[in-house]
Every structure is written in C-alpha cells, then in structure tokens.
C-alpha cells in the first residue's frame, strides 16, 4: 500500500511564501502523475498543480506564475513551493499519486494553509 505523507503548511501572511513537501512511501521514478490539490470551506477538491513521470507539469490557472510543482526522484518526495500567497489560497492541501495511468487516486491527509493578516 502507498502511502503519502505532506508537510509544509501553517499560517502565513498575504504576499508571503510556503513550500509543502509529499513524502512517497515508494519509489517515485515510475509514478504516472502526481499533484497537488486543495479544498477550503465549503468548496469542491480542486486541482492545483500535477507533474508526470516525465516533468511535464500543468497548473490551475489560479496558480499559475505563483506556484511550482517539482519532484525529486532521488528523495522520493514532491513539493510545491508556493510564492505571492493570497487569502483564497487558505485550504487543506492534499498530495495524490496515480502509480499508472489506469490506477486509481491515492491521497495524503492533507496538510492546512492559512493565509491571513
């Protein structure tokens, strides 16, 4: 069973950054896709960014030129570094893994940001 495990989050102020981390229980050299994505109060799971096995990353538009999405093959790990951080952006962030194509999604427990004054 693969498990991932995020880190990273907190509060931060308007303008300011965060960088979360996804620690993969398996090598993550073959993963088909991996992302990010994120759901505050009262709103849908959305998609924040994803990366495939290789590098070809897609982000929500909401993020776009705010945030990267990377992996490290060597540390079996994911970040997301996320810059210019905005009150909308305050939600549980989620990391997800699909080992192939066809498998099905596996999810983090979620790490919280906050960004607030």
């Known amino acids: 069973q693969v498990q991932l495990v995020e880190s990273g989050g907190g509060l931060v102020q308007p303008g300011g950054s965060l960088r979360l981390s996804c620690v993969v229980s398996?090598?993550?050299?073959?993963?088909?896709?991996m992302g990010w994505y994120r759901q505050a109060p009262g709103k849908q799971r959305e998609l924040v960014a994803t990366i495939t096995s290789n590098s070809v990353t897609n982000y929500a538009d909401s993020t776009k030129g705010r945030f990267t999405i990377s992996r490290d093959n060597a540390k079996n790990t994911m970040d997301l570094q996320m810059n210019s951080l905005k009150p909308e952006d305050t939600a549980v962030y989620y990391c997800?893994?699909?080992?192939?194509?066809?498998?099905?999604?596996?999810w983090g427990q979620g790490t919280q940001v906050t960004v607030s004054s």
């Open positions: 997800n893994a699909r080992i192939y194509s066809y498998s099905p999604n596996i």
């Open positions: 398996r090598t993550i050299r073959t993963i088909y896709v």
